[in-house]
């Protein structure tokens, strides 16, 4: 389906390009179509930028939410909802990273997506933004799912940052209890975590040890990403991210929980690899997650039932037929490919409107 699609382009100027949305940095550049095709994929394709508010069945902010903050143009922002609504338009906002946007205006009509969403907030029509990954296969596994068989165990894995020592734990809760108090009186432009998150991952972690239900198989790191920095920190070639992806390949279930946000790039690297995710849910929101049976495609944890997460995955793993534990590896794959990548989510972007189904 082809979106008309209408953004303010008084809100852009060149020097803040990285923060101009993705579908509109397909469109305002300078390159021929086939170059933009090269560059920008399906999104080149699947809309048209109209010049007027009352040609376009969607509006888009122009800037990804955090600019308006960080840059103090929170009204402009604001304006932007008063002309979609105007024209009696839904608008689109897109905002990135680890912080919930907290979008200051109400309503159904105003659809945010970002990838930090509580799903028991309704302020706004929320929608989970995936994590956008390079296909880890094509560089590492040859571009196939190396596909596992059913063993009477889950093998689970995991290869990251969880807790350390309890000084460190105990100056990082401090930490973010400081920023929450500040973020309260409105000192703090972003909402800080509502808990100190790689203690938490350590409590979800500790849940899979000592039963006989599953076999683990974890790697555990003091830093994010052992400490490695640099565009070569997912070059298959450094050790650290060797080790992750031989721990992912190498078990039938990888524990997602989130870090400093409410999400967790691991989900999609999982999915991505064909692996089952053991999803520890922390009212988040997933990409498309009214049209996906997620509970389908993960063996889902309710983070209240942390303690019992190794039996709960066990369960799922249980109830699978050797048969079909081996279509679910490729369906995770599939599902990447077809709603999560680039390409695959934007195709189905109209899907997020219902009021433009009619």
Known sequence: MLLRVYADPGHYSEPHRRELNDILKAFWNSANNEKRRSLYGKRAELFEVVSSPEQAQLHLL?????????????????????????ARRPIAVFSLGDFEANFPVDGPDIHVFQASAYRSRTRTSNHGMPAFIEDPLISYGGGQVQLRDKGLRPVIGFCGQAGSSLARHAARLVRNRVRRVRWRLGRERWEPPPLEHTWFRQHILDAFTGT????????????????????????????????????????????????????????????????IPAFVDTDCVLPYHTLVDWRHYTAWVDARDA????????????????????????????????????????????????????
């Open 62 to 86: 122009t800037m990804k939410w955090q600019h308006y903050v960080d840059q103090g143009l929170v009204e402009q922002a604001v304006r932007a909802v008063e002309v979609a609504r105007k």
């Open 307 to 358: 303690q019992h997460a190794a039996q709960i995955v066990a369960a799922y793993h249980a109830r699978m037929s050797a048969q079909e534990f081996r279509e679910r590896q490729l369906a995770c794959r599939q599902l990447w490919l077809d709603r999560l990548t680039p390409d695959g989510f934007y195709a189905h972007f109209h899907e997020h409107f219902p009021e433009l189904q009619s």
């Open 212 to 275: 006989p239900a599953v076999e683990p198989r974890f790697v555990l790191r003091a830093r994010y990403r052992a400490g490695v920095h640099g565009d070569n920190r997912n070059d298959p070639a450094e050790q650290a991210r060797r080790e992750f992806l031989d721990n992912v390949l190498g078990t039938d279930y990888t524990i997602c929980v989130r870090g400093g946000g409410n999400f967790s790039i691991r989900f999609y690297e999982a999915l991505a690899m064909g692996r």
